[in-house]
T-cell receptor, first 114, second 108 residues
């Protein structure tokens, strides 16, 4: 099992450009999450999904969109990148019910917006 | 708003020493997790505690959930260089929040 994978690992964007980050999991998990991690801020939830075809906003959703067309994939989009979106992005997944909060993380995508 | 406060923020100790890190909140959580994150990698789940007063041990690591389910502690006995990393607590309920983390360095 590969667990949770993320592509790309690194990316540099210019302000105003767009991009999509891809997250894939092979554990048949229902829940998937996108976080950003900034120094001194910890991990903050951007968007999450409780199942195929459903998405919901997290703590810091502005400037991002997501889609969950297939159970195993969760896409994070930046339509018009801003320097404030420079961060490390992590995808995670989990089971439902009592195991919902036990999340499995991918290796992260380091994004720089200039 | 930071629901989970971790202390200390940074900790540097010698190999063999003991240490405790804390995770505090004014909110009640249905469960609390501890994760460890190494540089360049994602967090890895260490333990989940769900019952007030619960104590769990993982080799040299001892985790405790407060009686009121608002706080938790992680105690490491005889720290080793392999324990170096960022320790994150996370609380679940209606939503899920991470603390800001404690960065631990164990010096050989």
């Amino acid at each position: 099992n590969a667990g949770v994978t993320q592509t790309p690992k690194f990316r540099v964007l210019k302000t105003g450009q767009s991009m999509t980050l891809l997250c894939a999991q092979d554990m048949n998990h229902e829940y998937m999450y996108w976080y950003r991690q900034d120094p001194g801020m910890g991990l903050r939830l951007i968007h999450y999904s409780v199942g195929e075809g459903t998405t919901a906003k997290g703590e810091v959703p502005d400037g991002y969109n997501v889609s969950r067309l297939k159970k195993q994939n969760f896409l994070l989009g930046l339509e018009s990148a801003a320097p404030s979106q420079t961060s490390v992005y992590f995808c995670a997944s989990s089971l439902v019910g009592r195991y919902r909060d036990e999340q499995y993380f991918g290796p992260g995508t380091r994004l720089t917006v200039t | 708003t930071q629901l989970l406060e971790q202390s200390p923020q940074f900790l540097s100790i010698q190999e063999g020493e003991n240490l405790t890190v804390y995770c505090n909140s004014s909110s009640v959580f249905s469960s609390l997790q501890w994760y460890r994150q190494e540089p360049g990698e994602g967090p890895v789940l260490l333990v989940t505690v769900v019952t007030g007063g619960e104590v769990k041990k993982l080799k040299r690591l001892t985790f405790q959930f407060g009686d009121a389910r608002k706080d938790s502690s992680l105690h490491i006995t005889a720290a080793q260089p392999g324990d170096t990393g960022l320790y994150l607590c996370a609380g679940g309920g209606n939503q899920f929040y991470f603390g800001t983390g404690t960065s631990l360095t164990v010096i050989p």
